[in-house]
């Protein structure tokens, strides 16, 4: 099949990305990642209410592909199968926006189309409280707190989260997440 | 009982539990990708140091980041100091937030709603 997760980002423009990765995601590539990021973000003396902003949701983007990326359908050209996504973020007028791409088992979009749903419909508040109920009540596993990843990114944001699925095979699709980190 | 010392690191804080003086300290960032692997002898420390606790446990948390899977693991230290207090010991919390840092004051404001411990906001001005 010639599709690569790069189409899910076609309508942006990623020469002008001013962090783009696509490959594996493993410790060594989040601290890669990090450290750039954090070095345009002081190099160009960026607002650091917005600078913390940033890093905080570039952190917990990172962490959702590493924790939660599904493996990628067989054929697909990946150096392995697992932890395999893209991330970019691009300065906007307004701030900065960054986005993921991975994979998900179709049996899964509908569960996060539910959880994105529910946080984007929900106010400032009741966001605060739903992870509030999360962080006090639900048990850690390996992957971390079920949807609180998103949640926080929700909130430190403050803004609605873009997303869509695509349709890859009859057991995946591909999925595109945009958050848009922006102070008043 | 010994303190427990663990050096910081880019992606996780420093730790620095003093039992004989009753000065707890967690500063820097926690965004490892495994926080309960890195948390779990802090909370094994304190398990022990709940059976013998100082009159009074000073606690300073200064972070400058940290990621959702540590807040849950901060959560827990918070609970084990909470049943220190619940049994008739003295227990303050300073939660450090840099100046204008709401986020991070937030967050502070969630763990002191969560736990019925003495919470006290601090605000850094550089």
Redesign the interface.
């Known amino acids: 099949m010639n599709f690569d997760l790069e189409k899910l980002v076609s309508d942006l423009d990623i020469r002008d990305a001013i962090l783009y990765f696509k490959g594996n995601i493993d410790?060594e590539v989040?601290?890669k990642v990090?450290?750039s990021a954090e070095g345009r973000l002081l190099s160009s003396h960026e607002n650091?209410?917005l600078r913390?902003?940033v890093?905080?949701v570039l952190?917990?983007s990172l962490?959702n592909l590493?924790?939660h990326a599904d493996h990628v359908p067989s054929g697909y050209r990946a150096a392995k199968p697992d932890r395999f996504g893209l991330i970019m973020m691009e300065k906007t007028h307004k701030g900065y926006r960054i986005t993921t791409c991975n994979f998900v088992t179709t049996t899964r979009v509908r569960e996060l189309e539910q959880k994105l749903t529910k946080i984007n419909t929900s106010t400032s508040e009741e966001i605060?409280e739903l992870?509030?109920e999360i962080?006090?009540h639900?048990e850690?596993t390996?992957k971390?707190?079920g949807g609180?990843?998103l949640i926080?990114i929700s909130r430190?944001t403050g803004n609605r989260l873009e997303y869509k699925f695509v349709k890859y095979d009859n057991l995946h699709a591909a999925f595109r997440l945009s958050a848009m980190v922006t102070v008043e | 009982m010994e303190p427990i010392i663990i050096e910081g690191t880019p992606k996780t804080p420093t730790i620095k539990f003093d039992s004989r003086e009753g000065i707890f300290e967690i500063k820097g960032r926690s965004i490892p990708e495994n926080s309960v692997e890195f948390y779990k002898p802090l909370n094994e420390w304190l398990d022990a140091y709940m059976q013998v606790p100082l009159d009074k446990t000073v606690v300073n948390i200064k972070l400058e980041y940290f990621n959702t899977s540590s807040s849950k693991c901060i959560l827990d230290v918070f609970k084990r100091l909470e049943a220190i207090h619940r049994s008739k010991h003295d227990v303050e919390i300073n939660w450090f937030y840099e100046e204008d840092d709401e986020d991070m004051l937030e967050a502070g404001e969630d763990y002191d709603s969560i736990i019925k411990v003495p919470f006290k906001m601090i605000e850094i001005v550089e």
Do not use: A, M, R
Request: glycine share 6%; hydrophobic share 25%.
């Open positions: 410790s989040i601290n990090l450290d650091p209410k913390k902003k890093y905080n952190v917990e962490q590493y924790h605060k992870y509030k962080l006090n639900q850690i390996e971390g707190l609180l990843g926080d430190k």
